[in-house]
């Protein structure tokens, strides 16, 4: 059984470059994602609840381009909301930015409610999907009724060829930037340490959480995303 994947100081430096490995549309992903909250929230202030906010990357995408968007991050990772700190004060936007240590559960009670809220890149981290649920309505609870939400995770059969398949895909992105194939084969098994589930489980949770209008808006390799509106 591979180490199961923690975000300490070590794999904190290496997230920058092997997220854009493993997600060769990363980038993209929070342009796609931005244009999306821009067409959803209009001119207006915004507060915005980022779930997994660690190492910054929404809020370098997000916070300068929307002056009018708060942010509240939440990570368990002190090493990760470390990084997303430093980003924010580099870009100036650390007055726009509250960060809290911990799970939603952390989150301080409030009667004001979010404009909007995603939830990137973490689901997966969530083995049991109890919990993958838990965490899905406690996010809802805490929008406007109508807010958009996305969604993006790993996704897929653990039992199904396709999933595979889609694994040596992942496995070439690595490949391609010079990693030998035994470092592959490992990482073949260790990604299967995450928690996938199939694409129609993890929309039957948006659905059991309270979320309508449920469509999917991206995918690359391992990784899906989806748009969302709390009911
Ligand atoms: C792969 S990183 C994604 C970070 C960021 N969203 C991005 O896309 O760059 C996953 C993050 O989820 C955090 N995480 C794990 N479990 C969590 C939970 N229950 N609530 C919030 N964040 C969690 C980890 O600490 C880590 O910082």
Redesign the pocket.
């Known amino acids: 059984m591979t180490e199961k994947l923690t975000?300490n100081s070590k794999n904190t430096i290496a997230?920058e470059e092997n997220?854009r490995v493993s997600i060769p549309t990363y980038d993209t992903l929070f342009a796609m994602v931005q244009s999306y909250f821009r067409t959803q929230l209009g001119e207006k202030e915004a507060s915005l609840l980022v779930?997994?906010?660690?190492?910054g990357?929404?809020l370098a995408a997000w916070g300068p381009s929307n002056p009018k968007w708060t942010f509240t991050g939440?990570?368990?990772?002190k090493e990760?909301l470390q990084m997303a700190e430093n980003k924010s004060i580099q870009l100036g936007i650390e007055s726009r930015v509250q960060l809290i240590q911990g799970?939603?559960a952390d989150l301080p009670p409030s009667e004001s409610k979010f404009d909007a809220a995603s939830c990137?890149?973490?689901l997966h981290?969530?083995e049991d999907v109890q919990q993958k649920l838990e965490?899905l309505q406690t996010i809802k609870g805490k929008l406007k009724p109508g807010a958009p939400f996305v969604l993006v995770t790993a996704y897929g059969d653990p039992d199904d060829t396709e999933l595979q398949d889609r694994i040596n895909v992942w496995k070439s992105f690595f490949f391609d930037v010079g990693y030998d194939s035994s470092k592959l084969d490992e990482m073949g098994k260790g990604i299967m340490n995450i928690s996938f589930i199939p694409e129609h489980h993890i929309e039957q949770l948006l659905e059991e959480s309270g979320f309508t209008n449920i469509t999917r808006f991206y995918s690359t390799g391992l990784f899906a995303g989806w748009i969302c509106h709390a009911e």
Do not use: K, Q
């Not at 779930?51 to 190492?55: D, M, S, Y």
């Not at 939440?74 to 990772?77: A, E, L, M, R, T």
């Open positions: 975000f997230y997220a779930i997994g906010a660690g190492g990357n929404e939440v990570d368990p990772s990760m799970t939603t990137i890149l973490v981290f969530i965490l």
